[in-house]
């Protein structure tokens, strides 16, 4: 999408990253303890997920996918899901700030190889050869979604374009699935329309509804809420 043009991926990853680190750095004990917005995981636990996640990330970049499924079969582990909650158990009995090292080491070289790859090096991932600049993209919608999982504060004068360019990867990732769903942005509101049923949402619901956090107040379509769910 062109006007995903004017957001640098790059950036993006360093500022949602950095808005990360800043938190688990603040937290005490009750804080890593507190549940997150990922059902059944603690704070401490997006942070496990992060820090596993690098292992898959590290894998794109070596070109050795095939590799890092071989490892993680190895352990019984089956799928993403399956992939996750594993890495979250690996490190439930490590010390916290083992882990946090752990993420900061990994995402730091992360993030310095896919800048070096820039927007149209091409990356091996699980899908196939993949853009990094995309590729990219998809970090940022984590991070910026677990950022907002964990209550990390967001600047007001960020929230304008945070939420507009997670709006408009969440429109571009659901053209490039093929997805029904018709989304029309106008100044204030997403109109949105699939299986019969059309909705007008606010910018925050229809990203938390593209990354799998409706909340129940929203009232969102059960049609709906499937598809518009792209980048969760």
Known sequence: ??????????????????????????????????????????????????????????????????GFFARVEAEGVKGFDGFNEWCVRQRRSLPVEQVLEEWRTKNGETRERMRALGRDGLLQTSAGPYPAGLQTFHYDSEYATHADDVGAPVAEDEL????????????????????????????????????????????????????????????????????????A
């Open 1 to 66: 999408m062109k006007q995903l043009e004017d957001f640098d991926p790059f950036d993006l990853f360093d500022i949602e990253a950095a808005r990360l680190d800043r938190h688990f750095a603040s937290l005490d004990e009750e804080g890593w303890n507190r549940p997150s917005r990922c059902d059944g995981w603690s704070v401490r636990d997006v942070l496990a997920h992060l820090a596993g996640g690098e292992l898959y990330n590290h894998a794109c970049l070596d070109g050795d996918v095939k």
């Open 160 to 231: 304008d374009d945070r939420i507009w360019w997670r709006l408009l990867l969440a429109r571009h990732v659901l053209a490039e699935q093929g997805s029904k769903a018709q989304v029309e942005p106008t100044a204030e509101q997403v109109w949105v329309h699939a299986e019969g049923v059309s909705k007008s949402m606010s910018f925050p619901e229809f990203v938390d509804a593209t990354v799998g956090r409706t909340l129940p107040e929203h009232d969102l379509d059960p049609r709906l809420a499937t598809a518009l769910r792209c980048l």
